[in-house]
């Protein structure tokens, strides 16, 4: 699934217009590119003459004779929270447009995805193609049969079958998105065990997306696009040699990701680290493991490695729980200066919704409270991956009556949202308070998502108790001491105003 949600929002981008067609020169200037310049402009403008020239723009557009021109007013009526207006135009886009894109992609989305096994995909996948044959497209508009030719190459991976995933994945054709392509594929071998297939595919990963990265003059999204992979390709390659014991091979290109600012995070310290200790190479491992400790960042395996290699280079943990406090006051230090920068005032929005129990909750009715909000979805891994981080500090301030904690099921995607959040609550065992924000069946939005101007999942807001929004995080690192220190540093300060 995870694949899937990339592909479905790369797609999203493509159709938008935000990744331009690699033949493409820089200094071209194509027409629809003069008329998203326009657009811009009136979206961005306040006057009420330019919202009369945009909304008549966009009809005019709606209207077109282009499928292009078509589905560049449905993106920009999403844009302006117009979701019914864009659903009611994607309609009337297939009705009119039966063998064009948006039919094509809602054909692939509707009779292949879905699909369980690769044979299945693969028979689906031919049909599909008789019906919109490729040869009827050209430039990002090929894209899409790259997303379906690799989802079916990583069935078959997954599968166990490789010479059919090899077969599928070499029927890509549009370069900039190979790499990610390849390293789909080598993600699917590396979670059967296939170590000698999966770094194959990494390594082709790798080299096309560096082949982008080289190339400093590159101004076209697309290879931007395709060279932002490189500098984390580095290191899974690397990671894969060293499992794979090739610690040599292993270390050279765990090296070019340690030095990338990009990239150079404690868990990319901490494969490094790993690969000098297979070498011998400790007290260099060390170093490594203390910079990712002082981040404050250190997950419960790295924290346990860097004290068994202190024990083994000191020769006993004489003195290290002294040296421990001592880094993890300077991390508490850290933080606060770094909070009281992010630090906000702003009045949030009031809500009322209803929780998985039945009972409506609004934000007004919980003034004096220092509230939490955490918008997430079951389809949101990042959002998962932090819920027991989460019940931690839940649990650390259940008898605390002036905190609250608030789990926001947002961006549905099945037609049973609230039996989905509430199946999953429970399989998880979380004491979380639920409540629905499910799309409103009139305007077609998730309206307190879309109030909050939430632009990404897992997505946090520190509300204090006089109604105003202190703080706003978004995303998961991976570390749950950290996130229990950030969030409970936050609530803290929220009560002080």
């Avoid at 070498?279 to 260099?284: G, I, P, Q, S």
């Avoid at 931690?392 to 049973?416: C, G, Q």
Wanted: aromatic share 10%.
């Amino acid at each position: 699934m995870k694949k899937i949600q990339i592909i479905g929002s790369l797609a999203l981008i493509l159709v938008s217009g935000q990744l331009m067609a690699q033949v493409r020169p820089a200094n071209a200037v194509k027409p629809a590119d003069t008329t998203k310049a326009y657009l811009e402009k009136l979206i961005t403008s306040t006057q009420p003459a330019d919202k009369t020239a945009l909304n008549q723009k966009l009809k005019a557009l709606g209207a077109s004779e282009k499928e292009k021109e078509v589905d560049l007013a449905i993106n920009y009526y999403y844009r302006l929270n117009n979701q019914k207006t864009a659903d009611s135009l994607g309609q009337t886009q297939l009705e009119r447009f039966p063998s064009d894109i948006r039919a094509r992609n809602k054909a692939a989305s509707d009779n292949i995805y879905p699909l369980k096994s690769a044979a299945e995909k693969e028979k689906a996948y031919k049909a599909w193609i008789q019906k919109f044959p490729p040869s009827n497209f050209s430039g990002e508009d090929l894209l899409t049969y790259d997303y379906v030719v690799s989802s079916i190459a990583v069935e078959y991976a997954t599968e166990k079958n490789t010479a059919k995933a090899v077969e599928y994945e070499d029927k890509l054709l549009v370069q900039f998105w190979k790499g990610n392509a390849y390293g789909g594929l080598g993600e699917a071998f590396y979670k059967n065990g296939d170590l000698k297939n999966a770094s194959i595919y990494y390594k082709k990963a790798m080299e096309v997306a560096k082949s982008y990265y080289d190339n400093k003059d590159a101004q076209e999204n697309s290879s931007k696009f395709a060279a932002s992979g490189y500098p984390s390709l580095t290191m899974t390659y690397a990671k894969i040699l060293y499992e794979q014991k090739n610690y040599p091979e292993a270390l050279k290109y765990a090296e070019l990701a340690t030095k990338n600012p990009q990239t150079a995070t404690p868990v990319t310290n901490f494969q490094y680290a790993k690969i000098l200790m297979a070498m011998n190479r400790n007290k260099e491992a060390y170093a490594k493991l203390e910079d990712a400790v002082k981040s404050g960042k250190a997950n419960d395996e790295m924290s346990e490695t860097f004290k068994k290699l202190y024990i083994k280079l000191k020769g006993s943990d004489a003195g290290f729980d002294q040296y421990a406090a001592e880094i993890r006051k300077g991390i508490i230090a850290g933080l606060q200066q770094k909070l009281k920068k992010e630090m906000v005032k702003k009045p949030a929005a009031d809500f009322k919704l209803t929780d998985l129990q039945g009972n409506e909750v609004s934000l007004s009715s919980l003034k004096g409270k220092t509230v939490i909000l955490d918008f997430w979805a079951t389809w949101c891994t990042p959002c998962k991956a932090s819920f027991p981080a989460m019940q931690m500090a839940v649990n650390k301030y259940k008898d605390d009556p002036s905190v609250k904690f608030l789990f926001i099921h947002t961006w549905e995607r099945t037609a049973t949202p609230t039996k989905d959040a509430d199946d999953y609550i429970k399989s998880q065992k979380y004491t979380f308070q639920v409540l629905m924000d499910n799309k409103d069946p009139e305007t077609k939005l998730n309206k307190v998502v879309t109030d909050y101007k939430v632009r990404g999942i897992p997505s946090k807001f520190v509300i204090d108790p006089e109604g105003n929004t202190r703080f706003n995080i978004m995303g998961f690192d991976g570390s749950n001491e950290a996130a229990v220190d950030e969030i409970s540093m936050m609530i803290d300060m929220a009560k002080k105003g």
